[in-house]
């Protein structure tokens, strides 16, 4: 185990790019030492905030009523935003050391992970101050200890989606979503049930020894399933099936000659990378305001902002990062036919204005006799005229390097373009608001026709404009994109 620290470290110490990684390491360490120092101040002041919640109850009996959506917000907080990326296995497999020994590094390289350590930094002070004076020290422990396998029993399920979405069909990417659903609603039905607790007191009170026991064992079923996903990724990886292999049933896209296989390689860019996460989380955001969200009884400001939003997150992953997708991919863009960056363009708008109309359609089968569908088709429009417009200009000035098995895009990646396109995004909207306050909503629906129309059937044009722009810098967009 030794040889294999002395190994992985030398391999970073050895890195030519050593000393800027080690600088960002450090920045990385200070910006991580911040965050919890204000999570330990969210923690302390916790008891305080429960109280406020429900001034009849005990701040631990609160806690315990609404303890489980703390897991589902993790679940959301690491499948967006925890990079997929891990170590690669196989030059240590070469080495004369045992694979469970390599296994086990990689096990308690996860299991110390410091998205791990989120909720029970938070909850330290939070438990000091109100559980410990009852269950003492082994009880407040055990707690602790409980929410943090919790949560590295999460992290370990979001490898394992993250490995099979890869190894076999991105499919797979709903499980922790059907998980979020479940656990969502167990919270919410738990919570607004009086007579309905899970009585953390009792149970750490009573049953110490069955939670020593079902924390051991939680561990042991957690070692146990990473080295057996372990072996099944060696052997993917020795065997060349570490890819993912999606059949896309568009045979008839094949009709549409070059234009055709540009889109099928955008569809397969995004179903085998981490924009499907973005493409997933529209699509469940769809369908919670279309089939839970009472939309008909909804402000028009509320209507506006359901119906859009969705667009506004695929048309983002789509088309500001429509040239910076792999370090590759933009060398050969350069190299490529002149009109091939113009062709990805307009084949990645037509996507977002299929994703649009099938949000239109399905808006409107639902929606039939209790919201116009004036209110639908002006809304499609503006979509892809206006927003998508404002959307796609950034795909000139965007130099920052995407990384498909990495995190999403961070706000912290974003540039000043980035926030001068969202700035005229909701002045647009702001518009829109300001017509319906000032006049009607049926007049604020024509507006967003007539706008959204021009724009739509301009769209060759503004594309064909930013396609020119692009052009003239490619070279400094691939400098920045190099250097990122």
Not at 43 to 70: A, Q
Not at 117 to 128: K, R
Not at 341 to 352: A, D, E, H, S
Request: proline share 3%.
């Amino acid at each position: 185990m030794l040889t294999l620290f002395r190994i992985y470290f030398l391999s970073i110490k050895r890195h030519p790019l050593f000393e800027a990684k080690l600088i960002k390491k450090i920045l990385s360490l200070i910006g991580i030492c911040y965050l919890f120092a204000n999570l330990v101040v969210i923690g302390f002041f916790l008891d305080k905030t429960l109280v406020t919640l429900r001034p009849g109850s005990s701040p631990m009996d609160t806690f315990s009523r609404f303890f489980i959506y703390l897991f589902v917000m993790e679940i959301i907080l690491k499948y967006f935003s925890k990079a997929s990326n891990h170590v690669n296995i196989l030059p240590y497999v070469t080495l004369p050391i045992k694979q469970k020994k390599i296994f086990s590094l990689l096990f308690v390289k996860e299991l110390l992970s410091a998205w791990n350590f989120i909720w029970v930094v938070i909850l330290t002070p939070f438990l000091f101050k109100t559980f410990y004076p009852v269950h003492h020290l082994s009880g407040t422990c055990l707690l602790l200890s409980s929410f943090f396998l919790i949560s590295a029993a999460i992290s370990f399920l979001i490898r394992y989606t993250n490995i099979v979405m890869v190894q076999r069909s991105f499919v797979y990417g709903f499980i922790p979503a059907l998980l979020v659903i479940g656990l969502g609603y167990a919270a919410y039905y738990i919570s607004i049930q009086s007579g309905l607790l899970i009585n953390i007191d009792l149970v750490f009170s009573k049953y110490e020894l069955y939670v020593l026991a079902g924390i051991l064992l939680l561990l042991l079923v957690l070692y146990v399933t990473f080295l057996r996903s372990s072996k099944h990724e060696i052997y993917a990886q020795l065997t060349g099936k570490n890819k993912q292999a999606i059949p896309l049933p568009f045979k008839w896209i094949d009709s549409f000659g070059v234009n055709g296989e540009i889109m099928k390689l955008c569809l397969k860019e995004m179903m085998r990378s981490q924009l499907k996460r973005t493409v997933l989380i529209s699509l469940l955001f769809l369908f919670y305001y279309l089939f839970i969200y009472n939309l008909n009884n909804t402000h028009f400001i509320g209507k506006i902002c359901f119906a859009i939003l969705p667009l506004i997150m695929v048309g983002a992953s789509l088309g500001e990062l429509s040239f910076s997708t792999e370090s590759t991919f933009f060398d050969r863009l350069i190299t490529s036919p002149q009109n091939t960056p113009y062709l990805i363009l307009i084949n990645k708008y037509v996507i977002c204005l299929l994703f649009a109309a099938f949000c239109m359609i399905l808006s409107i089968i639902l929606y039939y006799n209790k919201i116009s569908i004036l209110f639908w088709v002006s809304v499609f429009f503006f979509e892809c005229g206006i927003l998508l417009f404002f959307i796609f200009q950034n795909a000139v000035y965007n130099k920052q390097r995407f990384d498909i098995l990495g995190s999403l895009r961070k706000i912290s990646d974003s540039n000043i373009y980035s926030f001068l396109s969202m700035g005229f995004t909701l002045l647009s909207f702001g518009i829109v608001l300001l017509i319906d306050w000032l006049v009607s909503e049926r007049a604020a629906c024509y507006f967003m026709l007539i706008t959204g129309l021009i724009f739509t059937l301009t769209s060759p044009l503004w594309l064909k404009n930013i396609y020119n722009r692009f052009l003239a810098r490619k070279y400094q967009n691939i400098n920045g994109f190099r250097n990122t």
